[in-house]
C-alpha cells in the first residue's frame, strides 16, 4: 500500500511540475506570437462577416463553409445561434454543423448520467459495509466507479458538453487499462481468498505509463485543449489513439482469459455449495464481455462505417450501464454474495496457532460447511447448536469453531442468524404465500419474534416491518 501511495504521489507531482511549466512557456513565447495573434483575430472577422452577409442573402454554401472557419479559428459557439442564419436554417450543412458543435441533449444522455451517478454511489455503499471483505468491497467498487466515471464522461461528450468544459477532454481515458486487472483481482479475491503483494503493483504500469505520456496534454490550457479537439491544436484530436486501442484491447483480452480461467475453476467448486454466487459471477462476466466484444468491433471492424460504429459505441455503452445496474441491485439484495464475509483477524489467527487442523482440511470442512447451509438449511433448526454441526462435519467442535472464526470472520451464531436474515428478507421480498413476520421467523428457525426483531436489526439496520413498508414503497 505504502509502495502504490509512492507511485499516486510522484504522479501527482510530475503532473504539478507540467502544468507550471507549460504555464511558464506560455509566458515566455506569448510577445513572440503577439503578430500572429492579432492576424488571426483579423481572419477571424473576415470569416464571421462573410458568414453573417452570405446567409442573409440565402447562400448556403459560402455562409456554412465561412462560418465553419470562424468557429474553428475563434471556437466560438454562441455564433450558430445568430438570427442570419434563419436564412439558411434547413441547410444540411449548417444542420450538420449545430449537431457538431451545440448542445444536444436526448434521452440517452440522461439515461447514462442517471447510471453513472447511481454508480458513484453504489461505490460509496459498498466500501461503508461492515462485516464484508474490506478488499472485495474496495475492488468491485472501483470496478463500477470506473464504469460510472466514463459513463458520465460519456454523457458530457455526447452532448457536447466536452467544447465547453475543454478540461473534460479525455478525462476517463487514462482508466483504459484498469478494467481487466481490477476485474481480475476481484474475480482472484472471491474466489481464493487472494492477499495483494506488492509485486502486483506492475498490473499499474500500463496506467502509469498512459498518465506520464498524456501530461503535457492534461497540462494544456482551456484554449488549446479546445483547439485539440476542434482538430486545430499541436495535437491529433483524439492523440495516441490506435496505441490506446491496441493496449486497451490486449488488455481486455489477457485479462478476460485468466478471469474467466478463474470462473472456471470456482464453478467446479461452487456450483452446488454457493449457486448464487456462480450465478453472479457468471452474469458479470457475460455482461463484461459483451463490453470488451463490442470495444473491439467498434475499433477495428465497424470504425469506418458510422451507422455501424454508433451500433457498436451504443452497445458499450449499455453494457456498463447493465452492469452498474446489475452490482448495485446484488449490492442491495445480497451483498453476502457480492463480496463475501469478513475474512479472521489477526488475533483470531492467533488465538489458533497450535490447532491440529491443516489448511486443506479447514478449507474442505468449510465447502462443506456451506453446503449444510445453502443446500440442506440446517440453520432453520431451531435448536441447532455448535456440536450438531460439529457432528455433521464429521469433526470437533473447536475444528468447527476453527472454520467458522476464520473463514466467515462469525461466530457460530452470528453465522446462523446471517442465514437465517438474509432467507428471511428473500420472504418478505416475495411472500407469495402472504406469511405474516411471526410466520417467517420460525420458517427461518426462530422460536420467537422478539429475537428474530434483535438479529434482523443488526444484520440490516431495519425491523421486519420496516423492511417489508421499503420493498412495497
Known amino acids: ?102 448542445v444536444k441533449l436526448g434521452m440517452s444522455s440522461f439515461f447514462y448520467l442517471y447510471v453513472g451517478l447511481i454508480g458513484f454511489f453504489i461505490a460509496i455503499v459498498l466500501n461503508l459495509r461492515r462485516r464484508t471483505d474490506r478488499v472485495a468491497n474496495g475492488l468491485i467498487g472501483l470496478f463500477v466507479l470506473m464504469h460510472s466515471f466514463f459513463l458520465i464522461h460519456t454523457t458530457l461528450f455526447i452532448s457536447n458538453f466536452t467544447l465547453n468544459y475543454p478540461h473534460t477532454q479525455n478525462m476517463s481515458t487514462f482508466l483504459s487499462f484498469m478494467y481487466g486487472p481490477v476485474l481480475y483481482f476481484y474475480f482472484k479475491r472471491i474466489t481464493e481468498n487472494y492477499k495483494f503483494k506488492k509485486s502486483d503493483l506492475v498490473h499499474l504500469l500500463p496506467t502509469l505509463g498512459f498518465i506520464i505520456v498524456f501530461i503535457p496534454i492534461y497540462t494544456l490550457s482551456a484554449e488549446e485543449k479546445l483547439k485539440v479537439m476542434l482538430g486545430v491544436g499541436q495535437y491529433e484530436t483524439h492523440p495516441y489513439i490506435e496505441y490506446i486501442t491496441s493496449i486497451k484491447i490486449a488488455s481486455l483480452l489477457v485479462y478476460g482469459y485468466f478471469t474467466y480461467k478463474l470462473y472456471r475453476k470456482n464453478a467446479k467448486k461452487a456450483a452446488k455449495t454457493s449457486p448464487k454466487k456462480v450465478r453472479l459471477q457468471r452474469t458479470i462476466m457475460i455482461i463484461h464481455t459483451v463490453y470488451a466484444v463490442s470495444y473491439i468491433l467498434y475499433a477495428y471492424i465497424f470504425i469506418q462505417n458510422e451507422n455501424f460504429k454508433d451500433a457498436a459505441s451504443s452497445i458499450q455503452f449499455v453494457a456498463m450501464s447493465f452492469l452498474v445496474l446489475y452490482v448495485g441491485y446484488i449490492a442491495y439484495a445480497n451483498p453476502q454474495v457480492l463480496v463475501g464475509t469478513v475474512q479472521a483477524v489477526k488475533k483470531k489467527i492467533v488465538k489458533y496457532k497450535n490447532s491440529g487442523l491443516t489448511p486443506s482440511f479447514s478449507s474442505e470442512l468449510k465447502e462443506e460447511l456451506v453446503r449444510l447451509l445453502e443446500v440442506e438449511k440446517v440453520y432453520r433448526q431451531n435448536s441447532i447448536k455448535l456440536e450438531t454441526i460439529a457432528e455433521r462435519l464429521g469433526t470437533t467442535r473447536h475444528n468447527a469453531s476453527q472454520v467458522i472464526n476464520e473463514h466467515f470472520g462469525l461466530n457460530f451464531f452470528e453465522l446462523i442468524n446471517k442465514y437465517r436474515v438474509e432467507e428471511a428478507m428473500e420472504l418478505l421480498r416475495s411472500n407469495s404465500e402472504n406469511l405474516n413476520i411471526i410466520d417467517i421467523a420460525y420458517e427461518v428457525g426462530y422460536n420467537n419474534k422478539v429475537t428474530f426483531n434483535k438479529s434482523f436489526k443488526r444484520f440490516s439496520n431495519l425491523t421486519p416491518s420496516q423492511f417489508m413498508k421499503l420493498e412495497r414503497a
Do not use: H, W
Open 1 to 102: 500500500m505504502q509502495v502504490l501511495k509512492n507511485i499516486l504521489r510522484t504522479v501527482f507531482l510530475l503532473l504539478f511540475f507540467f502544468s507550471i511549466s507549460s504555464f511558464t512557456t506560455s509566458d515566455i513565447v506569448l510577445n513572440d506570437t503577439q503578430v500572429s495573434t492579432d492576424s488571426q483575430t483579423t481572419q477571424a472577422a473576415i470569416y464571421k462577416n462573410e458568414s453573417l452577409e452570405c446567409a442573409r442573402i440565402g447562400e448556403a454554401g459560402p455562409a456554412v463553409e465561412n462560418l465553419r472557419n470562424y468557429i474553428l479559428a475563434t471556437g466560438d459557439f454562441e455564433i450558430l445561434n445568430n438570427s442570419a442564419f434563419e436564412y439558411i436554417y434547413a441547410d444540411a450543412g449548417f444542420i450538420e454543423l449545430k449537431e457538431k458543435y451545440q
